[in-house]
């Protein structure tokens, strides 16, 4: 199996922490409502999601912040219609357009503290995606996400789980087509609170990701993370750590790394949200040992009420699905400027840049000596109706440039979102 991409309103460092994917990367800004079954995902990480409900985003921590809700369960429905002018990234000449219509229902179960998620609490989501495609028939899908995360605190000690499936037929970044495949991840975490400054962390996670061609190649990585954390100031907590780790790849040897960590946190409580988690990565390959910094940092700054700015760099390490024997170093940048524009309506923009570097793992094997940048941009505009009742348009451009010119692509999309809760 392949690698995946390592509620009153939630922090940064609390969306990062409560991630399922494998520490370091996690998600830098929350993504665009791009649904999981389309062609491609604007942030080359995983597939987004769809419009979600208020407080379904509980088991979606990649979508952004926990809505604080007094329900229990939350029942939603979106429809959506999009042209897309190149549904399989085709490079230049290639391209195939379509008209694509997605059916997206989803229930979310809620107890407990799912807000601050500081106390005891239990989440759990189910999202089927549906699409339809006019010209392209036989790209119909049907795709899943399924989620859980569980908590319960005893005193001053912690211990909760949470994982996540996916079935997905969008297409990708690396491989330039639609692709169907199976991510699953899972992890088991803790935290010790030794006094009201000074704490213990300590995790272990599992990521895959299964791709039903066989032709393109699976792995699995296990990962375990643990941290001593310091109370600074009032606002910014300090943590120094390391992780270990092994990642198995079909056809390939397995890979061992450790990295040395130090985490700088900032709590929710001005303007300003901010965690920097980064070091060094130590990896030993059948190509030999390799170093490579790795770092993810987000931001988050909401100078007035009506205005939010995300922002994030990162840096790791993952496993090619297409290239055999080679690993991916993917480094990049994304940020989302979303303003309120009187009390119903509100303009967003996204925009972010990846550079993906491939390198040999296997002794005897030469680099492809692959180099990509991506680049996307994604205007739009949301309406809310009434509470619970809401629609977004957008348009999308998604470019790569890759010294493979097979792998480059150029695609527009423009869209019609409809959601409301029952």
Excluded: C
């Excluded at 303007?271 to 990565?281: I, P, R």
């Amino acid at each position: 199996m392949a690698t995946s991409s390592v509620g009153a309103s939630q922090s940064v460092a609390q969306r990062l922490s409560d991630t399922t994917s494998v520490p370091i990367r996690g998600e830098y800004v929350p993504p665009s409502a791009a649904p999981v079954s389309l062609t491609t995902e604007l942030f080359p990480s995983e597939a987004g999601a769809p419009l979600l409900p208020d407080g379904a985003e509980a088991m979606t921590p990649e979508v952004g912040a926990i809505i604080a809700t007094n329900r229990r369960w939350t029942f939603s429905m979106e429809a959506r219609s999009i042209y897309d002018d190149n549904i399989f990234l085709g490079t230049e000449g290639t391209e195939q357009d379509d008209v694509v219509f997605l059916l997206t229902p989803s229930v979310t179960y809620r107890r407990g503290d799912t807000a601050a998620r500081r106390e005891s609490y239990l989440a759990a989501s189910y999202s089927p995606s549906a699409s339809f495609f006019v010209d392209h028939s036989g790209e119909n899908s049907l795709d899943h996400s399924v989620r859980l995360d569980a908590q319960k605190r005893f005193g001053n000690f912690t211990v909760g789980v949470d994982g996540r499936y996916q079935r997905l037929s969008g297409a990708t970044v690396e491989l330039s087509d639609r692709v169907d495949r199976d991510e699953a991840g899972a992890r088991v975490r803790s935290r010790y609170e030794f006094s009201g400054r000074t704490s213990l962390e300590v995790s272990a996670a599992w990521n895959a990701v299964d791709y039903r061609d066989t032709e393109l190649i699976d792995s699995d990585e296990w990962v375990a993370e643990s941290f001593v954390g310091y109370q600074a100031t009032g606002r910014t907590r300090l943590a120094v750590g390391g992780a270990i780790g092994v990642m198995d790849v079909d056809g390939g040897s397995s890979q061992d790394f450790t990295r040395g960590l130090l985490r700088v946190t900032t709590e929710a409580t001005g303007k300003l949200t901010l965690e920097a988690k980064g070091g060094v990565e130590f990896r030993n390959t059948g190509a030999g040992s390799q170093t490579t910094p790795v770092f993810n940092v987000t931001a988050e700054y909401r100078p007035t009420a009506r205005t939010a700015i995300g922002a994030g760099l990162y840096s790791d390490v993952t496993a090619s699905g297409s290239l055999s024997n080679e690993n991916v170093i993917r480094t990049g940048a994304a940020m989302r400027v979303q303003q309120k524009l009187g009390s119903r309506l509100t303009a967003a923009i996204e925009a972010g840049y990846e550079q993906l570097s491939y390198e040999s793992s296997e002794a005897g094997v030469p680099d492809s000596g692959r180099e990509d940048e991506y680049f996307f941009v994604r205007p739009s505009l949301r309406y809310e109706f009434t509470e619970g009742r809401r629609a977004e348009i957008y348009y999308s451009l998604r470019k790569d440039d890759s010294s493979d010119n097979e792998f480059d692509f150029e695609a527009n999309q423009t869209g019609l979102a409809l959601a409301f809760d029952f």
